[in-house]
């Protein structure tokens, strides 16, 4: 068999996503260092190069797809040209897309464990203070009618994220039934 070389970072990002994609499917005990090489077609070696352990490679592939799916939504909730509203009905659709991408793994081991709920916890955590800026924007242009920015920031980003529970259908339908939920609750 031939060697392919490549650079460290794409050798690096290959052995990530190949660790996220075994996550989701299998759980946190369903990832194997050696699945995870030979799907690479690399030596066990150049896994314990990149990560000393697979505690540590799971912590970062998780990470660097969960900082993947967070930029996506951030660049969503900076964009000058659009009205508060149109920021989050932006931000409600990329949620319910990434719902979308997630909905074969939900009921998986994957997403019932502490790992998983660090990781929905950081999401909410790095989005909150862009959710606050836009509803003070909102504030500002007199769209939204709100008491308490941080608490409104909070609840919307919570109850989007329940999106994610196994047990709750995903369907055009219901993004939009949680939008108008979302709206009656930033009018006031």
Known sequence: MTRIVKQPDIRKQELLDI???LYFEAGEKGVSIQQVVKQAGVATGLFYYY???????????????????I?????L???EDQTALEKLDAVCNAYFAYAEKMAPHRSSRAFHTERHYVLTEKLIARLKERICTVLLQGQAQQEFNLQDIELTAGFLLHGLTSMFDADTEVSEQRLQHIKQLIYKVLKG
């Open 77 to 79: 909730l900076v964009t």
């Open 19 to 21: 660790g996220v994609r």
């Open 71 to 75: 930029q996506e939504m951030e660049i």
């Open 51 to 69: 990560f000393p352990s697979k505690d540590a490679f799971l912590d970062e592939a998780l990470n660097d797809y969960i900082d993947k799916e």
